[in-house]
């Protein structure tokens, strides 16, 4: 029985034009996310026959497989609901107070997180993330879906630099894909993710209809 599902879209796969084409929503959250969503189950059930047969030889595989379709499952679920078409400019409150204080003002934060998402190596996201240890905001780069991120962290505001997300329309421009996607960042979302993870709770459970788990 699948465990996980692919979430809908709160938006039509053509709302966020002009800055992302409908063409690579629809691929994105239909081919893409729900192959990591397919991945995620499929794994789970090998765990399972592993578990029967009681034989563990495949298990370090396994292991890595479920990592990385469970956490590109959870990042694009907050991917689609931190953008909006009517997203972009600034947080304020204290989402705003606490970029300000933990990286010197918004526009420092802008221009780290940018490089993170611009200057990944091969595939992945650059994310603001909350960590509880330090109770602090930090920015991390993210390889593939789930390398290079502390296991603590819980992100709140998710970039995809993957070639999916940009290429069809923004060819080998990068920057300039993730320059307009500023424009759209649903600062609602992003400051409900950020009480909720100053509260103890992950923000990845934030998901539009209901939870990542059926
Ligand atoms: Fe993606």
């Excluded at 789970?44 to 396994?62: H, V």
């Amino acid at each position: 029985m699948p465990v996980y599902r692919l979430p809908d879209l709160t938006y039509d796969y053509g709302a966020l034009e002009p800055v992302i084409s409908g063409e690579i929503m629809q691929l994105h959250h239909s081919a893409h996310h729900a192959a990591y969503v397919k991945g995620a189950n499929t794994t789970l059930e090998q765990l399972a026959e592993m578990r029967q047969a009681r034989d563990l030889s495949q298990l370090p595989g396994l292991e890595r497989t479920l990592a990385f379709h469970l956490a590109g499952h959870s990042l694009h679920s907050m991917f689609w609901t931190n953008l909006s078409a009517d997203g972009g400019d600034r947080p304020d409150g204290e989402l705003a107070a606490a970029i300000d204080e933990f990286f010197g003002g918004f526009d420092a934060f802008r221009a780290e997180l940018t490089a993170a998402t611009a200057s990944v190596q091969g595939s992945g996201w650059g994310a603001l993330a909350w960590d509880p240890l330090g109770a602090r905001l930090v920015v991390h780069q993210i390889h593939d879906h789930h390398i290079t991120v502390a296991p603590t962290s819980t992100p709140l505001l998710v970039f995809d630099a993957w070639e999916h997300a940009f290429y069809l329309q923004y060819r080998n421009v990068k920057t300039g894909y993730i320059e307009r996607l500023w424009s759209l960042v649903n600062w609602a979302d992003v400051s409900e993710r950020f009480a909720a993870a100053c509260e103890g709770r992950h923000s990845g459970l934030l998901v539009p209809d209901g939870g990542v788990r059926s």
